[in-house]
């Protein structure tokens, strides 16, 4: 009995030392974003240094719609967002059921050849992409910014979706087969249902990618602030006409968060929903 309360009271210890390890995390992680929304609203904050702000406003927010073209920002990283997404998803489900269900020459060399694409840094290719959207007449428009982070995070999210439709049994492809099924309808009605959790993934991690995209944006959308998106909308109320006015930065920033924020909270039962419905149907 005394070995067992001992080992009891360890393991209590070592949960209590854990527990106040992940809270420290959880604090730590948060400073940074509780002072970005006490920033967002206090007043006249101007400066790098600045600490935290003595007086509270919300004038912040108003002068963000009336002095800039925030909206106009939000609105252009939503419709790039949601687009990417879309074809995203789609581009992935088919790309990745013909690598993982079909047999054809030069599949494998190709695959690598993907991976390839993703070792190769990006900013290595910035002029190579500058001049291709130069000669199709892409600069400054978002459909540009559509097409390139479409395939950017579609190559990557074929990788990461690949391993998963590789554990759905083969079976079920044959079984739909012998009752007629085309493989357009298997992997409609029976590939896609099965991969919800990871089709869950590429939508979140493509909407994420193209929404928080800056490199490619700021060398491709050089002018009109009203075409660009949030993230190079944001850097130049920095180091552009809005001065540096941290405060408005700020605002601009907690609002500008809101739409993934949505986004999470909007997929979450069905990205939760579909691990458990994948796991049981496995």
Known sequence: ?????????????????IHCLLLTLAVITLIPFIYI?????????????????????????ARLFAETSFLDWIRNSIIISLVTMVISVIFVSVSVYVFSRLKFLGKHKLFNFILLIQVFPLMLSMVSIFRIFVTLGLLNDIKGLIIINATVSSAGLVLLAKGYFDTIPYELDEAAMMD???????????????????LA???????????????????IMTQGLDSMPLAVGLQSMIVGQYGTNWSLYCAASVLGSVPMILLFYSMQKYFIGGLTEGSVKM
């Open 1 to 17: 009995m005394r070995n067992i309360r001992k080992r009891s009271n360890k393991d209590r210890a070592i949960q209590i030392l």
């Open 37 to 61: 929304i006490m920033m967002a609203f206090g007043k006249d904050v101007v400066g790098t240094a600045a600490a935290i702000p003595e007086e509270y406003t919300f004038d912040n927010f």
């Open 180 to 198: 007629g099924a085309t493989k357009f309808q298997t992997l409609i009605h029976i590939i896609l249902p099965l991969a919800k959790p990871m």
């Open 201 to 219: 993934v590429v939508a979140i991690q493509s909407f994420v990618i193209a929404y928080n995209e800056y490199a490619i944006a700021s060398t």
